[in-house]
């Protein structure tokens, strides 16, 4: 019997793991149907620490990314994990300047510090390749090595005994008279179970079908799939920003995005297209170039078609609505639905990662 086990090693689950770690001695299982941690969303994404510009004032969101972005950069200085606080230009043509006043303004009520507004001089001294008539400067934009956040978040939780149980998926769950006891399908497809006080749901693409095992009063979801196109080398060292377009609010995307890694290769993404059934296919289709071309030309100057390539691609848990294209994180301890003890975190799209210590936090206070 585990005091808790937690379904899914992703960045989340990880998370979770560590502030379990770093606050009490309770028996933790994590259980994982890949060999590893960090295999799935959390490896596919364009591993930027937001700002907390974008999201509804009153949302999850919100609230867990502005937390969760301090939060980060005092663990990677603390815990070594590479980072580089480059901030980000939000760019615009004239006819945009009412929006991007809009995100500005929205930014403020976030409570995002250090934002501003600047003009074409100072984009052209700032971003010589970038062409823009006007742009929200956010500092406290970033980025990080998710692998290395995640590596970081299991080193503390194996620090505290805690189990991991890799190549193992729950396929089965039901109430106890002391917790929930879960069916477990291991590496040879034998199903063993397991009994626990607590379940935290953090298990991603499949987080709303585990819900539904309890019951069909859940969200659901559905895949958006984000692919990414990388630019040749000569465009390596080019930007000192992230550069984003206006947000695309009819896809639920924050835009065709151009932004670098740690070796500084420069990529654009990710795109946005709703996926039919629950297909996790990364597969970068060549049809795409067009598309990237003509969304990175509008704001990159000197782009040629032949500098793009295809590079990868992500899938979004969306929590599908019909009428809301931009759905909050569903975060929930299930006490009201009739299973205290049970947590699920359903749709935990992005800034899922920006908020992983802030949501790591306090669904551990939760448990404790
Ligand atoms: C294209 C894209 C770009 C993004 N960009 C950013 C960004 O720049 N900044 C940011 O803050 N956020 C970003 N995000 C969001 C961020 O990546 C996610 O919010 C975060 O990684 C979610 O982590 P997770 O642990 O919930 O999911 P996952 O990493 O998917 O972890 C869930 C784990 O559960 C396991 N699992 C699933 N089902 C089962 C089962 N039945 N039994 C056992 N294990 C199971 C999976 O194998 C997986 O390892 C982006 C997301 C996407 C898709």
Same mark, same amino acid.
């Given at each position: =019997?585990?005091?808790?086990?937690?379904? %899914?090693?992703?960045?989340?689950?990880?998370? /979770?793991?560590?502030?379990?770690?770093? @606050?009490?001695?309770?028996?933790?299982?994590?259980?994982?149907?890949?060999?590893?941690?960090?295999?799935?969303?959390?490896?596919?994404?364009?591993?930027?620490?937001?700002?907390?510009? &974008? &999201?509804?004032?009153?949302?999850?969101?919100?609230? &867990?990314?502005?937390?969760?972005? #301090?939060?980060?950069?005092?663990?990677?200085?603390?815990?070594?994990?590479?980072?580089?606080?480059?901030? +980000?230009?939000?760019?615009?043509?004239?006819?945009?300047?009412?929006?991007?006043?809009?995100?500005?303004?929205?930014?403020?009520?976030? %409570?995002?510090?250090?934002?501003?507004? /600047?003009?074409?001089?100072? /984009?052209?001294?700032?971003?010589?390749?970038?062409?823009?008539?006007?742009?929200?400067?956010?500092?406290?934009?970033?980025?990080?090595?998710?692998?290395?956040?995640?590596?970081?978040?299991?080193?503390?939780?194996?620090?505290? #005994?805690?189990?991991?149980?890799?190549?193992?998926?729950?396929? %089965?769950?039901?109430?106890?008279?002391?917790?929930?006891?879960?069916?477990?399908? !291991?590496?040879?497809?034998?199903?063993?179970?397991?009994?626990?006080?607590?379940?935290?749901?953090?298990?991603?693409?499949?987080?709303?079908?585990?819900?539904?095992? =309890?019951?069909?009063?859940?969200?659901?979801?559905?895949?958006?799939?984000?692919?990414?196109?990388?630019?040749?080398?000569?465009?390596?060292?080019?930007?000192?920003?992230?550069?984003?377009?206006?947000? #695309?609010?009819?896809?639920?995307?924050?835009?065709?995005?151009?932004?670098?890694?740690?070796? @500084?290769?420069? +990529?654009?993404?990710?795109?946005?297209?709703?996926?039919?059934?629950?297909?996790?296919?990364?597969?970068?289709?060549?049809?795409?170039?067009?598309?990237?071309? !003509?969304?990175?030309?509008?704001?990159?100057?000197?782009?040629? +078609?032949?500098?793009?390539?295809?590079?990868?691609?992500?899938?979004?848990?969306?929590?599908?609505?019909?009428?809301?294209? =931009?759905?909050?994180?569903?975060?929930?301890?299930?006490?009201? +639905?009739?299973?205290?003890?049970?947590?699920?975190?359903?749709?935990?799209?992005?800034?899922?990662?920006?908020?992983?210590?802030?949501?790591?936090? #306090?669904?551990? !206070?939760?448990?404790?």
């Amino acid at each position: =019997m585990f005091d808790t086990v937690i379904i %899914g090693a992703g960045v989340i689950g990880l998370s /979770i793991a560590r502030a379990l770690a770093e @606050q009490t001695h309770k028996s933790v299982l994590v259980i994982e149907k890949e060999e590893s941690y960090g295999r799935g969303i959390s490896s596919r994404n364009s591993e930027v620490i937001h700002s907390g510009i &974008y &999201y509804d004032p009153d949302s999850l969101k919100a609230k &867990y990314c502005t937390k969760g972005r #301090d939060l980060l950069y005092d663990f990677c200085k603390k815990e070594n994990v590479w980072h580089n606080p480059c901030g +980000k230009l939000v760019v615009g043509r004239s006819h945009q300047e009412a929006e991007l006043n809009a995100l500005y303004q929205n930014g403020l009520a976030n %409570g995002v510090p250090d934002i501003n507004i /600047i003009e074409r001089q100072d /984009i052209q001294k700032m971003e010589p390749h970038i062409e823009a008539d006007f742009a929200l400067h956010v500092e406290c934009t970033g980025i990080i090595s998710a692998h290395e956040l995640m590596t970081a978040f299991y080193r503390i939780s194996q620090s505290s #005994d805690h189990d991991y149980l890799f190549k193992s998926r729950v396929v %089965g769950a039901n109430a106890a008279s002391n917790g929930y006891i879960l069916d477990i399908e !291991n590496a040879d497809g034998e199903i063993e179970q397991v009994e626990c006080s607590w379940v935290i749901n953090a298990s991603g693409l499949e987080s709303d079908l585990i819900a539904q095992m =309890m019951g069909s009063d859940f969200p659901s979801l559905r895949y958006s799939k984000g692919c990414y196109y990388k630019l040749a080398s000569q465009w390596r060292n080019a930007f000192n920003h992230l550069i984003y377009p206006l947000p #695309d609010k009819a896809h639920g995307s924050l835009g065709i995005h151009l932004s670098f890694d740690e070796t @500084q290769t420069v +990529k654009l993404g990710p795109s946005a297209h709703w996926v039919d059934g629950r297909i996790e296919d990364y597969h970068v289709e060549s049809s795409l170039l067009d598309q990237f071309y !003509n969304e990175g030309k509008r704001y990159i100057k000197g782009l040629e +078609k032949d500098h793009l390539s295809p590079d990868y691609a992500g899938i979004r848990p969306k929590i599908w609505t019909a009428d809301n294209p =931009m759905p909050d994180f569903y975060i929930s301890h299930e006490t009201e +639905k009739g299973f205290p003890g049970w947590v699920n975190l359903i749709g935990i799209e992005s800034p899922g990662l920006t908020a992983s210590i802030a949501i790591g936090n #306090d669904v551990a !206070n939760q448990i404790i």
